[in-house]
């Protein structure tokens, strides 16, 4: 009998409600829950495709399902005991605060634990250590806008609600892809532009993404000026008289040392820096303030919002119409990432535009439950809700509560801090908690040279097969999604119930052993730390670890809160069950929680207004010269998140970026005579990358972009000197704004020169699931035994038990040939029926397997590997991910031809990129469509998603789909043509 839970989605903040479906103890389906508020029952490419991540033969083959340690390093892990792998580590840790001090203890946590996991980690630490050496990876995505936050408004609270996007009269989306990074949300934001024509989007990007494709206004300031141009814009609005002087005077301090800073960013200055228009910021200005009319009285445009477009008075007595700032890591993830929030937030209390319906500056969250670590204050520099560390004050009411008689003082290390420290060896012992290091932090060779030096490397992860889980000494699983319980905030200070739907997979050989919760297993070894460092407590000592449930250390959590800004005293499980989501504040004695934060104007501050940070602007911290000309950017893909060890895993979430390549402008191209498609070499002053190179006029010239997710495990190599090639974080620099230090992981100098590696192989195969994940693991292994290589999954079968395999490499001289025969075996292309070529002395070799679906079909091409000449790779990779019918022979398959056999001429020579990733739309087959497709642009959408169904699963396609509109001209309209 099928049974259905509600819980959240685990990826982007945006917190969706998902509806999880499962029997006999396996996840079989997934939906959005249509009563949550986040989301509204959609959910998106993702969130959607949640239950394959999770299918039980794709568990064996990939998650970690007991723990395991390693007698050296280098070595195999193997099978531990529970009892004794959490003695080991708590014995480990004990002894390195015994001889070096608690500082010498790295514990590096994960926005995607859930609060209840967080607080027990932070109390640990901070309680039993006697440290602040906690950080977590939301260093790298959410800390400049904490900073951003507590400098203006005094404290970590996003004012504004999701309900905003409907009430606001003008969006402006700076530094975020809010389309393909937050789809969900975005999907919000067309639905309201649909019903109130006249709301105005502005999008503030280097690149024309998605989501600026769709802006009425897109502002594609050169990198790193985002304080320049936000300055710019309060200028203009000083010198225009839209600033509400009021509500400064009111509400506000400081703003005098701020407008002697600004005076300078003249329309001129701004425009000549940002390399933007002044037109164009004359208007951004204009419709920020929002004192203009956004459409003439009498017009089709202001009829049809005028019965829901907010007005509100402002403190000076004028008419304001609310303007909704959304942003994300183009602001955060910069060496002046707090200054950027501080700019963006500046526009805000200078214009009274906070506090009101459809107003705010909002700040998109990346991870599910950043906010919840926020709250809990699992950081290196933050305390127990919202308390300063530097405060004595807020240090005694978190050591009465845990029962000590202090804690803590000083403010412990930042991730880049950490692994620094590591590298340097003053970090002795790292516990690395739901997070990929080796993967996400910048830098990688410091990286991977502190966990090389670390003494003891512990790696709590759900996934057996991340980058960092090859460092570690000793392996403890943990559950994952859909297998434990707790809370998560998102964006809108909405406390959402994360609920266990099936038990952990089990290892056959160790089922007594298999993952646990992170807070378990961080109690668990509380309990024994407390032991072994404190045996004779005081009095004053009374710390307790004695929780029998998630929901006891949530009810602690609680009681951390009261009287905070934070305040859920009138929150519980109870009420969560009742009556769903709940935002904070929500002290006791309330209902429901509160929408909107500051609408009466008080802040918590010490006078009770809101300040103003004097902040210059600066460059970004590495300029580009001679050496290193270009501006590397990163950024996210519409269908992949973060490190990909659960997105990773699926075929379908690769067919609209299937490979990783590097995105440049053409005319650089041309510049420096390069070929789309040729392998280029990515040089920054800390490593190098090899990888195809992609023409992109989405790109302002001199900028290359390359996405954020492709790690070693997918995209390797090796240097001259034979080292490993280390993924995009290689290139990344590990400079970091002073007050959040948050990496600048979205800028980088590089250069891009031609690499010419003349032996090439393709390799391609279709093979049961767990195999194929097992075969990725392995082949990922062997990337550094080329001078480039990639190796990704591919197809749609996750539910028939099926997936594809791809492996794309080059070298300056072919590999040994028993690494090719492995490769072959590993993808089933050493069979008696295998089909085979091979010419050792030009190091060539050609395989192919065939197969047929039944015993009356033509046969299928289910592998191939070409090596050494692969001009037949075009027709031959179409022909076996398309499954198309094989109508030549052998024989002829065989030969190296670019042009395909005579008698499979009816096959494709290309492979179309997909669009719709729900239900495999490619892009040919729209632009096919939209070419025979009259009408308007809203009919023509309308028709083609009837027709082809692409965009009306979960909308993630739909601005694609609306780019590819304005593209392909509709035909006249006649009367063979009618849309029907």
Known sequence: MATTTRSTCPYCGVGCGVLIEHQGGHITGVRGDPEHPANFGRLCSKGSTLHLSARPELAQATRL???????????????MAWEPALDLAASRIASTVRQHGPDAVGVYVSGQLLTEDYYVFNKLVKGVLGSNQIDSNSRLCMSSAVVGYKRTLGADAPPPCYEDLELAQTLFIVGSNTAWAHPVLFRRIED????????????????????????????????????????????????EGWVDRAYIAAHTSGFEALEAIVRAHTPAHT???????????????????????????????????????????????????????????????????????????HLHLATGQIGQAGAGPFSLTGQPNAMGGREVGAMANLLSAHRDLANPAHRAEVAQLWGLPSVPEQAGRSAVEMFQAAAEGAVKVLWIVCTNPAQSLPDQSMVRGALERAEFVIVQEAFAHTATTAYADLLLPAATWGEKEGTVTNSERCISRVRRAVPAPLHPDHAQDGPRPDWVIARDLAQRLEALL????????RIHFDYPTPEAVWNEHRQSTCGRDLDISGLSYALLERAGPQQWPLPKGQSRGLKRLYADGRFPTADGKARFAALAYRPPHETCDAAYPLALNTGRLRDQWHGMSRTGLLGRLFGHAPEPVLQMHPQDMARSNLADGALVSVQSARGRIVLPL?????????????????????????????????????????????????PELKHAAVRVEPVELPWT????????????AQTRAWLSEQLRQFDFATCVPFGRHEEQGRTGVLLRAASLQAPAAALLDAVA??????????LCYRDPQRAQVRALRLLRPSPDSEPRLEALLLAGDVRSAAWLKTLLLDESPVLSSGQQLLRPSAA???????????????VCACLNVSEQAITLHLASSPGSASQRLAHLQSTLQCGTQCGSCIPQLKRLLQAVAAPAMGSETQIA
């Open 65 to 79: 399902l007991h723990p395991q340690w390693r007698s050296a390093r280098g070595q195999p892990p193997q099978a």
């Open 694 to 742: 992609q023409a992109c006029a989405e790109l302002g010239p001199g900028q290359v972009f390359l996405p954020m997710h492709w790690g070693s495990d997918c995209l390797g190599g090796r240097t001259l000197a034979g080292q490993p090639l280390l993924g995009v974080n290689a290139l990344s620099s590990p400079a970091y704004c002073p007050a959040s230090k948050q």
């Open 192 to 239: 309201a532009r649909a019903a109130r024509p006249d709301l105005r989007l502005i999008v503030a990007d280097p690149r024309r993404t998605d989501t600026a494709a769709c802006a009425d206004l897109h502002l594609a300031l050169q990198p790193g000026t985002d304080v320049a141009l936000l300055h710019g814009l309060l200028h203009i609005m000083l010198q």
């Open 271 to 345: 425009a000549r820096l940002c390399g933007l228009q002044q037109a164009d910021l004359l208007t951004a200005a204009r419709w920020l303030a929002g004192l203009d009319a956004p459409a003439p009285a009498g017009t089709p445009a202001a009829a049809a919002s005028a019965a829901t477009a907010p007005v509100f008075s402002g403190r000076d007595g004028r008419r304001r119409r609310p303007t909704l700032s959304l942003y994300c890591q183009g602001l955060n993830q910069s060496s002046n990432g707090s200054a950027n929030n501080a700019a963006l937030i």
């Open 534 to 541: 404190h045996p004779q407590p005081g009095a004053q000592r």
């Open 825 to 834: 075996a590993r993808l089933g292309l050493n069979t008696p029926d295998t």
């Open 761 to 772: 192989l393709l390799a391609l195969a279709w093979l049961p699931e767990y195999e194929a």
């Open 900 to 914: 395909a056999p005579l008698a499979s001429a009816a096959m494709p020579t290309s492979r179309n990129r997909q």
